[in-house]
């Protein structure tokens, strides 16, 4: 499992956003969300606590979830996209 971790850090890094990121807390995060969902596709906000939002585009199977992307938007308006597909 760290391994993916890792590479939800290195994405978000590559991206350029240069806010601490734990790829752990991200998978979590999105574990938390999809527990008990049906399967289909879903967008999913949360707010940060530096007050960043992170929205989630994500398809859900029977055993799985698939993360497509992620978008972080900081309070000045910058946009930060982040393709895992």
Known sequence: MDDIYEIIENLIKASG????????DIYN???DEV???KNGSYVFMSK???DDIFEYNL???????NL???????????NYFIPFD
């Open 17 to 24: 956003y240069l806010s601490s990121i734990s790829g752990f």
């Open 29 to 31: 995060e999105i574990c």
């Open 35 to 37: 527990d008990g969902k």
């Open 48 to 50: 940060h606590d530096n």
């Open 59 to 65: 398809t859900i199977f029977d055993d799985e979830f």
């Open 68 to 78: 497509s992307s992620l978008t972080i938007t900081t309070p000045d308006g910058q």
